[in-house]
């Protein structure tokens, strides 16, 4: 059997990725779509094809026409954008460290080397596939060369084949008459001017009869139509030309070793590293952990599993602990399950004491209960999930790597101890699933022992090496304080939450979920009767084969798969057809039905009370979020939606107090712009959008109707997240010259908040990030972007970051002590829940004014701004009352 050898088009694939992957950056703002959508191709051909031989070719320069020969001809390829630019010499880089042969010439484009070295492969005997994303590439295909073209279609790579017979199956004519149809037709992308007014189904039909662009034009009176005739002949020279741009060169002048693009072993410790930096997580389960363990640093781990074994370390700890001003101490768990605890406190002292035989957790608990007593500082990652073990206080001296690495970058997706290795020691280690995979930590002690020691060991080990590097990272960035004072006791405010839960009523979410089954059957059959037809109505396809080709509704959006159903184009529709009035209706039911009558059911544990996970480090902005299930998102815009809420009930004895920060982000923005006008206005009247009403439209306070109300409040919450005029526009239903309007007007009434918006945008293009009133950071890496979208995109979060984040800083420092007072008073009454602004208390009902009072105090004192904190505050029996 032959051996293979596969060629790539460097730049062709990296630009064809760039444009299927779009928008996808890196923590550190580095474009890397084109990069990963590179590889991705790569790695799928190289599994495919197997080949003994590996190349790629790259252009010098990005291309502009062949070999500079026709430089007064002025083509109309784009300029390759910024961030296509920078990953030009990043991918180079990855392959070199895969050790793959890059081969580039100044003089010849990437097709010249690539025909050369196909011709020449395969002269030798080799089978040979070229990959490249340009049809030019066409013309070398022959009976031992197969030209491979990727395509993306619905987010996945398919790949085209072509050797001659199927050059000529495709297009009618053969690889050699390929290049003069494409001369005779041109091709704008390709620099290739071709000849005017000939297309490709004339420039096929005069190739496939004449055979060259030479014979043709030798029997010109022939070609018919007569205006490609006339335009042949009045444009041969331009052929000529075209034909010459369109031909690759298969005989470059340049040294060619086969056995330099023999494959070895692509899965190096380099590229590795370069997948660790760039966050391909997906690509780095490729590079096996038995191939890792060849080249990661190796570690002084130890195992104790025996109790004399611990009981000695134990105690030589303790001798040494006077000298140490902190120590790494890390809980390993599964669920509900301890399965022993990693410590290290010197540079080569790394130890795992397992639980097992007499060394039971009951004895590793009371001896970690002893060290969390003692004065070093305690180093550990993920700190709430071992909150069920320990039993400390958050005045405890324990400090959380990972809370410290988001608040550095909180546009990541994960703080691992990997992450850390690399992001703040420069070092490479594997990732829990390089080393076992997805097996449960439980499974893995037992079946990968080796792997799981090292799994527990790096944890300890990495967050003793990265807690100096991080604590100085935070001072030299001003959120030393943030750190100390509002994230980490912010872990213990958000355990006892997750640990108390809510309660809920199960019959009543039954009988909930059986009215929405009710309405959406109605709805359905509703549905039914006005389209004429039965179909899927969850199905967008059938949807919108029915809306917009059998009923012809208006404003139809052809996608590659169909008509757009998506919410924005079905709401411009629903005031005059209602039939996708109950389309959207029909949505929202569904949506409630399987979401929350369903989904909140299978939440509800032995206790009666779902206990969702609260997130401190998912958004970029510092808002908490709520996982497992969600329940900040509980719906509440129509009235099926916030009856929800009635599920959700105090335990016998309790009732619910509600308190909700009112507009606390337009009383940020008050604040941190210094708006005179808007300071004032809420320092004379709560109704705020009245009063904003009144100044913009200029009419009398008492005379501001209902309309001019909800258009002064769209405008003042639009202010805050950068809406432009078409998005006003679209909000109110009005022209973008009235939108615009509104806009001018509010920044002639509040000045100073325009001013304020256009320096924060300014701001964070010079420092690359905003910062909130308590010195939280955002990175904003999208402003540098060419892309106009991204731009404005960058430009909103800009304005909105530092109001929301500081809303968010607010509601932290809020909950953080209304649950410390709580407890300090030795109340019955608890926090359980936190949604955005607002907070609910369980409370006694002999307590419920001590509450009222506790929660008036901490939330309105959390922050002191030019505008007092107003709370609305209520008392329910159930959720639904306090709302």
Known sequence: MSEKIVLVDGHSILNRAFYGVPNLTNSEGIPTNGVYGFLNIMFKILEEEKPQYFAAAFDVHAPTFRHDLYADYKGTRKPMPEELRTQVPLIKEILAAMGVTIFEKAGYEADDILGTLAKQSAAKGLEVSVVSGDRDLLQLAEEHIKIRIPKTKRGTTEIEDYYAEDVFKTYQVTPVEFIEVKALMGDSSDNIPGVPGIGEKTATSIITAYGSIENAYSHIDEIMPKRAQTALREHYDMAQMSKKL????????????????????????????????LEFKSLLAKFDHTILNNYEEKENFHLIDNLGEAETLLAHFQKRESKLDYFAIQLITEKEELLGAAISFGKEEHYFISVGGFLTEAYLLDKIGVLYELESVKITLSLKTQLPFLKISSSTAVKDMGIAAYLLNPLKDTYDCDDLARDYLGKTIPSRENLFGKL????????????????????????????????????????????????????????????????????ALKEYGEKLSVQIDRIEKEIYELTGAEFNINSPKQLGEILFNKMKLPHAKKTKTGFSTSADVLEKLQADYPVVALILEYRQLTKLKSTYADGLTNCIREDHRIHSTFNQTITATGRISSTEPNLQNIPIRMELGREIRKVFVPKEGYVFVDADYS????????????????????????????????????????????????????????????????????????????????????????PRVKVFLDQ?????????????????????????????????????????????????????????????????KNLKSRLILQVHDELLIEAHKEEIETVKGILQEEMSGAADLAVRLEIDMKVGNTWFETK
């Open 663 to 750: 507009q606390i982000e337009l009383r940020v923005l008050a604040h941190m712009s210094g708006d005179p006008g808007l300071i004032q206005a809420y320092q004379q009247a709560d109704d705020i959008h009245r009063i904003t009403a009144s100044e913009v439209f200029h009419v009398p306070l008492a005379e501001v109707t209902s309309l001019q109300r909800r258009n002064a409040k769209a405008v003042n919450f639009g202010i805050i997240y950068g809406i432009s005029a078409f998005g006003l526009s679209e909000d109110l239903s009005i022209s973008r010259g009235e939108a615009t309007e509104y806009i001018q007007k509010y920044f002639e009434t509040y």
């Open 440 to 507: 449960p930590l439980n499974k893995a002690k037992e079946e990968k022992p080796e792997e799981f020691l090292k799994y527990c060991c790096y944890t300890s080990s990495i967050c003793l090496a990265v807690y100096p590097v991080l604590m100085e990272a935070l001072k030299q960035n001003g959120m030393e304080n943030l750190y100390h004072n509002m994230e980490m006791p912010l872990i213990y405010t958000l355990y006892h939450m997750e640990t108390i839960g809510i309660q809920v009523k199960k019959d």
């Open 760 to 824: 924060l945008v300014e701001k964070a293009k010079t420092d690359g990030f905003v910062t909130t009133m308590f010195g939280r950071k955002r990175p904003v890496p999208e402003l540098n972007s060419s892309d106009f979208r991204q731009r404005s995109f960058g430009e909103r979060v800009a304005m909105n970051a530092p109001i929301q984040g500081t809303a968010a800083d607010i509601i932290k420092i809020a909950m953080i002590h209304v649950d410390q007072k709580l407890r300090e």
């Open 246 to 277: 369109a031909t690759i060169c298969i005989n470059c002048d340049f040294d060619y070793d086969l056995e330099s693009s023999r494959l070895t072993n692509l899965y190096t410790p380099q590229a590795y590293e370069y997948m660790k930096r």
